[in-house]
């Protein structure tokens, strides 16, 4: 029986569910993906467009297997069983682990929404018979290119992955000065990363990803939902987007202060960013290794904080009315998708509090349409970033050191300190974590733990100021 078969009086049991399985993959001379799953019999298939005319090279089957098994995760989710099935191809060594990771503390936020017992941690093992037919092992038909153009380890060419988001604008302004050329990506087409492509002026690539509707389906019929590692999935597909298009290196823009973790459950460190930490880059970069020449991938920004990441935002004013990060642009229901800043949620509040201690209120009411400092009904969220009143919230908001240094910057700038908010956060949250001087400005040096290759590492330094 299909996902789409299911009907309203047929309720869906993820706890029915034995195994779940990749039943096939194909990459189509026209730049269509398709990805099949199946739990036990219900069968899925995604469908993912890459731009055309493509170039195959020695990397791009197994490029294809890994988006395969990365993409996994979102229907695994729907009943999250103890068995991972492979039919034909079986992913190496670190490729195993990444995805042992992406599909269990990648889980980590859906896991304490749904109030798992803990972690999934399914068993990868090699199918017998899987339903779908010809296999995840279904080889791509396609010529090879000539050369290679990652044969000397050199970087000519970047793809840089753009969300809409002032992380994208600084890793786009890197890419910039570090004269290599340069391409831009996104999945999907959403107005932030059209508008900030626009100012960028550099080319884009986009993908289109249209996940199977019979699993939205099983949603209203009783499947598991929640937050999965998209990042991974993007970063994925970036990568076979760069290896059809030549293109020598993934350069994404996950900061240091994406590894933070939200809370600690079950003796468990959650993180809702888990997909864009360091330990996740790392996993990732390792299952690339396995591949012979796999562009490279790294995160551009992860030698920087939020913090030192916000200032040099700030002076890119070309970008200011073109970025949103705000979430709810990004939903999935178009009836429920905003077209700018919300202004009344958590990413909302952490994005204009780390650029507050940067730009005058005027310039942030300009972006967002209102003066959240000056918002008493916002007042609990903001302390909520430095979980103040709670635990930090699952959102991609920084660390809570970064939100009581943005704090503790703000207070000291005449136009801010009045604010009703600043002066509640300076006397209520501020007074119980004071913070030194020295404290601070550690928040805005860059770290020497990252993948960042030299030949960039200087248009880092120049960029972000450090």
């Not at 999945?187 to 932030?192: I, Q």
Request: aromatic share 6%; glycine share 8%; charged share 20%.
């Amino acid at each position: 029986m299909s996902a789409a078969q299911t009907t309203p009086s047929q309720r869906f049991d993820p706890h029915a569910i034995s195994s779940f399985g990749f039943t096939h993959r194909r990459l189509d001379p026209d730049g269509t993906i398709r990805l099949g799953y199946a739990l036990d019999h219900v069968q899925f298939e995604e469908t993912i467009e890459i731009p055309a005319p493509l170039i195959v090279n020695a990397a791009t089957e197994s490029l294809l297997d890994l988006l395969h098994w990365v993409a996994g995760v979102s229907y695994y989710k729907a009943a999250i069983p103890d068995r991972v099935e492979f039919a034909g191809t079986t992913p190496a060594g670190a490729t195993t682990t990444l995805l042992a990771a992406l599909y269990s503390e990648g889980l980590g936020e859906f896991a304490v929404v749904n109030g798992l017992s803990g972690l999934p941690n399914p068993k990868f093992t090699q199918a017998t018979e899987m339903p779908g037919g010809q296999g995840s092992g279904a080889r791509t038909r396609l010529s090879r290119s000539a050369t290679d153009p990652r044969s000397d380890g050199q970087i000519n060419r970047l793809l840089v992955p753009v969300g809409g988001g002032k992380d994208s604008a600084v890793a786009i302004e890197i890419a910039r000065a570090s004269g290599l050329e340069t391409t831009l990506f996104s999945v999907g087409d959403a107005p932030p990363m059209r508008a900030t492509a626009a100012v960028a002026g550099f080319p884009r690539h986009v993908a289109t990803r249209r996940i199977d509707p019979g699993l939205i389906e099983l949603n209203a019929e009783g499947a598991l939902n929640g937050h999965v590692p998209i990042t991974a999935i993007v970063s994925a597909t970036a990568l076979l987007v760069a290896a059809t298009q030549g293109i020598d290196a993934v350069a994404l823009a996950n900061e240091r202060s994406a590894s933070a973790a939200n809370l600690t459950w079950h003796g468990i460190e959650i993180n809702h960013q888990f997909s864009k930490s360091r330990r996740a880059e790392s996993l990732l970069t390792a299952a690339v290794a396995e591949i012979p020449d796999a562009p490279r991938i790294f995160s551009i920004l992860r030698p920087a904080s939020e913090l030192g990441i916000a200032r040099a935002f700030a002076t890119m004013t070309a970008y200011h009315p073109a970025f949103t990060s705000c979430n709810t642009v990004f939903r999935l229901d178009p009836a429920r998708r905003n077209t700018s800043w919300c202004c009344d949620c958590d990413k909302c509040r952490f994005v204009y509090l780390i650029l507050a201690p940067f730009m005058r209120p005027a310039q942030l009411t300009v972006i967002f349409g209102r003066d959240l400092l000056a918002d008493s009904d916002q007042y609990d969220g903001f302390a909520l970033l430095t979980a103040t009143g709670g635990d930090k919230p699952f959102e991609c908001v920084g660390e809570v050191e970064e939100c009581l240094a943005a704090i503790h910057l703000i207070a000291r700038h005449r136009e801010w300190r009045e604010r009703v908010n600043v002066r509640r956060l300076v006397d209520e949250v501020l007074a119980a974590h004071p913070l030194t001087e020295e404290t601070v400005g550690a928040l805005f040096r860059l770290s020497d733990d990252h993948d960042v290759p030299e030949q960039l590492i200087g248009a880092v330094h120049e960029v972000l100021g450090a």
